[in-house]
């Protein structure tokens, strides 16, 4: 069965960092594409960040680009997602996803985390 988990949100004020984590089971990101995504009050949820790892690749949406990284730990089957640069605009429920395209959606979700950023 795959399960994802992601941790690691919180208040966090503008300009700052903060990182998210999913811990993955039932599959290895040799399998799926492992992504991120995002959901702001009132909006569509979006791709931001995903990670290909047949490919050894990675996409960002243009709105993190420069400022957010995805990162897995194989070892750990975990993927991560380092934010920096922080804006209000990132204020979102982030989510980790899995098997499908970051553009499009994927087929696995986990429950989500909360990201605030205060101005």
């Known amino acids: 069965e795959v399960q994802l988990q992601a941790s690691g949100g919180g208040l966090v004020q503008a300009g700052g960092s903060l990182r998210l984590s999913c811990a993955a089971s039932?599959?290895?990101?040799?399998?799926?594409?492992i992504g991120w995504f995002r959901q702001a009050p009132g909006k569509e949820r979006e791709g931001i960040s995903c990670f290909t790892s047949s490919e050894n690749s990675t996409w960002y949406a243009n709105s993190v680009k420069g400022r957010f990284t995805i990162s897995t730990d194989n070892a750990k089957n975990t993927v991560y997602l380092q934010m920096n640069s922080l804006t209000p605009e990132d204020t979102a429920v982030y989510y980790c996803?899995?098997?499908?395209?970051?553009?499009?959606?994927?087929?696995?979700w986990g429950k989500g985390t909360q990201v605030t950023v205060s101005s």
């Open positions: 039932g599959f290895t990101f040799d399998d799926y594409v």
């Open positions: 996803a899995a098997d499908g395209f970051c553009t499009y959606g994927m087929a696995y």
